[in-house]
Nanobody, 121 residues
Framework: QVQLVESGGGSVQAGGSLSLSCAASGSLFRVNGMGWYRQGPGKQRELVAAISSGGATNYADSVKGRFTVSRDNAKNTVLLQMNGLEPEDTAVYFC???????????????WGQGTQVTVSS
């Protein structure tokens, strides 16, 4: 059994900041890539930020310079610091992790439950 539990999010005015956290737990053998997707109203789910187990990062062009993804490998946690938020950032944010479970060989994607971020103008 693997769980990803998110915390953070909420409502903020444009220009404000929010932070999201996501912790993986359960029968974890190895946690590889982690990151965040989001899905805005009427939009497809899109990658926001990703971070490898070694710390290499990748960002959507729309959030570069404003969002920062980081992780704590000892705690199997991924964080997303969001600064300079814009109304266009309003979405449900989902964390994900690429995990190899104890006793298994293959890596699978696991997802958090999603957390709402609302930015008002």
């Amino acid at each position: 059994q693997v769980q990803l539990v998110e915390s953070g999010g909420g409502s903020v005015q444009a220009g404000g900041s929010l932070s999201l956290s996501c912790a993986a737990s359960g029968s974890l053998f190895r946690v590889n890539g982690m990151g965040w997707y989001r899905q805005g109203p009427g939009k497809q789910r899109e990658l926001v930020a990703a971070i490898s187990s070694g710390g290499a990062t990748n960002y959507a062009d729309s959030v570069k310079g404003r969002f920062t993804v980081s992780r704590d490998n000892a705690k199997n946690t991924v964080l997303l610091q969001m600064n300079g938020l814009e109304p266009e950032d309003t979405a449900v944010y989902f964390c994900y992790a690429k995990i190899v479970r104890i006793g298994q060989i293959n890596e699978y994607d696991y997802w958090g439950q999603g957390t709402q971020v609302t930015v008002s103008s």
